[in-house]
């Protein structure tokens, strides 16, 4: 008999990768299921960066990297940073990992203590709450609505922050809700900050290309906070290079260390053939990431037009990501063939078994009115999904 531990019997599996394999389950019985729960760009890695990883593969760049990344590779990341988001670094303050899931994870087991205070902005992406209850931290929520566009206030910063608190998380342009804040809501928000000295914030900021309103700013250009923010970036999302598992984070030296001790204990650097790739991608200017946003934004509007005809559902105008978030508790209560549809994720179900369409519960983002959907899909897909929603929908009964 097999006993495993605790640890592992408290994690919780992992919602959107849940779905997902839901629907490749369906599709293996001869279902044409339209997959909306994944949040993964349907374009390849541009030809110039696919071409430096098989040149290092050419150059034998396969033994171990150093543990926080080649220094080539690091200056790359800090000279973006600096050409960029106007944030100076030394390569000793970036650290490279397998993706930025784990440099997340790195950063929240080098800070947080059992029962320090953690609070997020929620909605929160789905592995937030897992990382925080791994570290034993005290998960404390701080919500937003869609009523205003998912985005904190500095009042509601500033009551849910106590000398308790230990860190803060939060993502712009955001997963699930493709909220992205501006420079001056991140500024008002920095000014709560300065009032407590003693919390350091991630500020996860995958999607920083994939914004379709405004410009880019990064919490680390505020020069108060310099030291107590942890930039976590990498180039999954804006580059098209979700199997090349690359992320990173900028920080203090202090934390870039402890992060490098503690990924050397795990697993050591993240591949060197995708390093090379990683350079070659810190060279490519936003400009050439055009193509990929202007579709991503020509979707969006299908999105938010196709969802607008649907009843009972409230969505927003997100600025960037690739997800809408609407709230859908208006349908809560409804029926199909006599069984109510009593949450999100009975919805869920009710849209991938009837109308074949994969969608994930707010739930698992600390949002259980709503669903979010990915459109990270083909314009023809995207279409044929919200007709076949719109016909579950409106097959319910009262």
Known sequence: M???SNRIERLAESETIAM?????DLRAQGHDVINLSLGEP???TPDTIKDAGIQAINDNVTHYPPVPGFPEVRKAIAEKLLRDNGVKYTPDQIVLSTGAKQSLMNVVLCLINPGDEVLVA?????SYKAMVDFAEGNFKEVHADVEQDFKLSPEQLDAALTDKSKLFMFSSPSNPTGAAYSESELRALGEVFKKYPKVH??????YEHIRFEGEHFSLAAIPELYDRVITVNGVSKSFAMTGWRIGYIAASLPIAKACTKMQGQFTSAPSGISQMATLKA???SADELKEMVNAFAKRRE???EGLEQIEGMICNRPEGAFYLFPKVSALFGKKSNSQPIEDASALCMYLLNEAHVATVPGTAFGAPNYIRLSYAASEAELKEALRRIKSAIEA???
Do not use: A, C, K
């Not at 997902?20 to 490749?24: A, E």
């Not at 914030?201 to 995958?206: C, L, P």
């Open 396 to 398: 319910l009964t009262s």
């Open 282 to 284: 810190m060279e490519t």
């Open 20 to 24: 997902s394999q839901r629907s490749r």
């Open 42 to 44: 349907d374009f390849n």
């Open 2 to 4: 097999t006993i495993l």
């Open 302 to 304: 299908v999105m938010i």
């Open 122 to 126: 929620t909605p929160y992406w789905v």
């Open 201 to 206: 914030i991630i500020s996860d900021e995958i």
